[in-house]
């Protein structure tokens, strides 16, 4: 499980260290194998180890190829996903294409979400996590059925 936001450094080569508490995890299970993709509804990327990439690819097969929004989302998920491996350093290449998607500079932010990260621009995500603590403030996140049903 992967949780917490946390400000990390993108060095000039486009790598960024994985923090050192999930290394093992992502080493014993996926051997160090991840993908990156583009969230088609956020400006941020979506870093998967494999074994849960392997889950969202057979959700993207199962998408029908004549429906455009479908052909969309497949398109782009799986057109931008990149196949990145921890070095011995724990560190991940972002490709080019991904890091301008994101508009990621030297300071991002690793976002745990559970089965994934999230990896943002600093600027990107002061932005999105403002907007989202207005929404729960002025309760319109509230109005899901499913949020309603949330008790924390």
Known sequence: MFRGAQAINLDTKGRIAIPTRYRPELLAENQGQLICTVDIRQPCL????LKEWEIIEQKLCQLANFDPAQRSVQRVMSGYATECELDSAG?????????QRAKLEKTIMLVGQLNKFEIWSETEWQVQ????????L?????????LKMLSL
């Open 129 to 136: 996590i403002e907007r989202d603590l207005e929404l729960g």
């Open 91 to 99: 560190r991940i290449l972002l490709s080019a294409p991904l890091r």
């Open 138 to 146: 002025s309760g319109e996140l509230a109005t899901s059925d499913a």
């Open 46 to 49: 979506l870093l998967y180890p």
